[in-house]
Each structure stands twice: as structure tokens, then as C-alpha cells.
Nanobody
């Protein structure tokens, strides 16, 4: 019943923008902490942005000022607006929802930034 699906990835050039979306089904994500992670080639999965259930947001230093996490409660989605993309942003991006001691992950969407 619970499912998260990421979309919006693609191949872009440095300096371009992308908007990733994570669509939730089976629960209402507005009640929970949501986050975006990415896994760069050959690296550990890392936290990129988080919007807590208390309403605070935080970003990895590497994306601060360029990425914005937000929710659309009417659509039951969470998005990640990515501006001024760099080659080092290339990764598979995942959304995660924290529900008490449980967590739910999407399948990931590929972002490739190259010239």
C-alpha cells in the first residue's frame, strides 16, 4: 500500500535546473519528515535535504543555496528544486519518508550533469 515514486530526473548540462518529484501513495506525507538522498557513483548514499515534521529544513553544504525541498500537500508530493547543477551532482536521487521507527524509500531517479 505504501509507495514512493520519484520522477523528474534526466541528463542536463552544468548550470541547468531540474525539479524532482516524489509522489506518495498509501499515506499522507504532510505528517512526516521527508528527505532527499543521493548516491553518487562509487560513493555512499548521502543526505541532501530534509524537511522535518516540525517544519524545519536543512541541506548538505554542497547543495545549500542551490537546492530547495518543498511539499505540495494537495498533491501529496515532495519536490527537490535543483538549480545551478554541477557535474558532481550526478547521482541517483531517492526520497525517503520517516514514519515513527519505519522508513520508506522510493526507487530512485537518475540525474546526470555533464557537458
Amino acid at each position: 500500500q505504501v509507495q514512493l515514486v520519484e520522477s523528474g530526473g534526466g541528463s542536463v548540462q552544468p548550470g541547468d535546473s531540474l525539479r524532482l518529484s516524489c509522489s506518495a501513495s498509501g499515506f499522507t506525507l504532510s505528517r512526516y519528515t521527508v528527505s532527499w538522498y543521493r548516491q553518487c557513483p562509487g560513493k555512499q548514499r548521502e543526505l541532501v535535504a530534509i524537511d522535518t515534521r516540525f517544519g524545519s529544513t536543512n541541506y548538505a553544504d554542497s547543495v545549500k543555496g542551490r537546492f530547495t525541498i518543498s511539499r505540495d500537500n494537495a498533491k501529496n508530493t515532495v519536490s527537490l528544486q535543483m538549480n545551478s547543477l554541477k557535474p558532481e551532482d550526478t547521482a541517483v536521487f531517492y526520497c525517503k519518508i520517516q514514519v515513527a521507527d519505519r522508513e520508506y524509500w522510493g526507487q530512485g531517479t537518475q540525474v546526470t550533469v555533464s557537458s
